[in-house]
């Protein structure tokens, strides 16, 4: 099926999401969108998915102009879309999931399960996915979840497949694996419009790129091109891949973790016994697969969860046994790794989310009234800081890009005055140029002497920023080394085995090769 979007355009307001938007999608291919967060990439898929209405412009199919009055309409032309937050009922299995929606059902509305299950396996077969139909969706980890999500469009007969971001949450092995399906979709005729921030995978399966700017299309780009020229390509300038940092100056001050338990209330041990010190003046990273008790880490430094044994203490004093507004005020800056979850309120004004542990204090408040000229002011200044960007202040924060409300929720943490700074994937769906923004910043905080804790699952991001690496497997700590330590023996590390026996198989290897 041949796809085109004629002069697409999308307001919302004064703002012009997509202007006169001009993409073509041949039969079988992969055609990457590239820009930066805010360009507008979602918004067209949304007006190509029948979820927004555009303002001027036609869909074609096969050179005939369609009209999607909602997304039923976009499914049943034939395209398929998987979200960046997948749309999963956890206590459904893969049959039941696939089915929702379209349910084949004998007379009197019973779902036949057996059908529905059949046509998973059928699928799974045809593409090669390793899928079970009858796995509960929230048993099954996010990779799997998103193979669901995409046998669900494929169900549905899609021979277009939009994928929004869709490894951002993946594990580099499904990613890999993802990367390998898409191929095969491919190969077997389905085209796909992949929307990514990540420039190695978009040379690794893109035919085509079309680069998207503040809402226009600014032109293609060939996937041949190197990483460095996809990026300035993207932001319209020459941007800096690497970190840049001088070494760390380590004074006095120092968060220690001692022993740190924390099990979840099944009595399984999520974090087991974790001892180290980050010293002021350093960045220590977190390298793991997810899953392997980082979340729980932080959350701990947080407050959100209580250990069950062992303390962590900041400059002498305890943290554990602290709320959690008490930590925050106590000059602790903290970025969650899911930031729609537990970083912001959607509903709430982006001013409203800069403030939000800060409301009731000087000097957003006086007595029991808020100061809505200095909230006003403090928003418009962190805005520019960290170009965050937003139409007004006081628009809904769930109204911007998805990293554009990342931009936010680091603005507020950083805009505080700190002594220790934890941040989860700092750059998840931000694009290049914000991405070495943020790099700079997490430098500077450190440069300013206070201890700094980056959890990643992005190796680039950990080798770039770290002072030390701290390689986290089945809740226990495998390792401390340095950023220069070879990539293969922390990809060794990040399965379980221990350093030394990481660093004799590395060699051999290397031998061998
Ligand atoms: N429902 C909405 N109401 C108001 N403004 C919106 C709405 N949806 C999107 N926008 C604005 O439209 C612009 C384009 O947003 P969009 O989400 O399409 O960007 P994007 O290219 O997908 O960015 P990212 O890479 O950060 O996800 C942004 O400025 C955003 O704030």
Avoid at 131 to 137: C, E, H, K, S, V
Avoid at 159 to 182: C, F, G, H, K, N
Avoid at 467 to 482: K, L, Q
Wanted: glycine content about 10%.
């Amino acid at each position: 099926m041949k796809l085109e979007l004629r002069g697409i355009t999308k307001v919302f307001g004064p703002l012009v999401a997509n202007d006169h938007i001009d993409v073509v999608v041949e039969p079988g291919t992969i055609h990457a969108l590239l820009g930066e967060n805010g360009a507008g990439k979602s918004t067209l898929m949304n007006v190509l998915y029948g979820l927004y209405q555009p303002d001027g412009g036609d869909i074609l199919i096969d050179d005939k102009k369609v009209k999607f009055n909602g997304p039923g309409d976009a499914v049943a032309a034939g395209i398929g879309m998987v979200h960046q937050h997948f749309m999963l009922v956890p206590v459904f299995t893969v049959a039941e999931s696939v089915a929702l929606g379209y349910e084949p059902t004998a007379t009197g509305g019973v779902l036949k399960l057996e059908e529905a299950r059949k046509r998973v396996r059928e699928l799974a077969d045809r593409f090669g996915f390793d899928i079970d139909p009858d796995a509960l969706i929230e048993d099954l980890p996010v990779g799997a979840q998103q193979r669901v999500e995409i046998i669900k469009a494929l169900s549905r007969d899609a021979s277009v497949l939009i994928l929004d971001e869709p490894t951002a949450v993946l594990t580099p092995q499904e990613t890999d694996e993802l990367l390998a399906i898409m191929k095969q979709l491919r190969d077997q005729g389905t085209s796909i419009i992949l929307i990514t921030h990540k420039l190695r995978e978009v040379k690794a399966v893109a035919d085509e790129i079309t680069v998207i700017r503040r809402g226009k299309v600014v032109g293609k780009a060939e996937p041949t091109s190197t990483e460095k020229e996809l990026a300035s390509a993207m932001v319209g300038r020459p941007v800096d891949l690497s970190v840049t940092k001088n070494p760390p100056k380590l004074n006095d001050s120092s968060v220690v973790f001692d022993n740190l338990t924390v099990a979840a209330d099944t009595g399984q041990v999520l974090v087991d016994g974790v001892s180290f010190e980050v010293k002021g003046g350093e960045v220590l990273c977190i390298a793991g697969v997810q899953g392997n008790g980082q979340t729980e880490l932080t959350e701990a430094i947080l407050g959100s969860v209580e250990p069950t044994a062992g303390s962590i203490s900041l400059n002498g004093s305890p943290l554990t046994g602290k709320g959690i507004k008490e930590r925050l005020h106590g000059g602790l800056g903290f970025v969650p790794e899911d930031r729609s979850l537990d970083g912001m309120i959607a509903s709430f004004t982006i001013a409203e989310n800069f403030i939000l542990d800060q409301y009731d204090e000087e000097p957003f408040a006086k007595g029991i009234s808020m100061r809505v000229k200095t909230i006003a002011e403090h928003a418009e200044k962190l805005r520019e800081e960290f170009d965050v960007r937003v139409t007004s202040v006081h628009d809904p924060i769930s109204t911007l890009s998805g990293g554009n409300q990342q931009k936010a929720i680091l603005a507020r943490e950083m805009s505080k005055k700190l002594e220790l700074l934890v941040v989860s994937q700092p750059t998840r769906g931000l694009d290049v140029g914000s991405i070495e923004f943020v790099h700079s910043r997490i430098i500077a905080e450190r440069d300013s002497g206070i201890p700094v804790i980056v959890v990643s699952t992005e190796l680039d991001e950990v080798v770039g920023l770290a002072d030390r690496i701290a390689v986290m497997y089945h809740g226990r700590i495998v390792g401390i080394v340095d950023p220069d330590t070879p990539r293969s023996v922390l990809g060794l590390m990040m399965a379980g085995v221990p350093l030394e026996e990481a660093l004799s198989k590395a060699s051999q290897k290397e031998v061998a090769k």
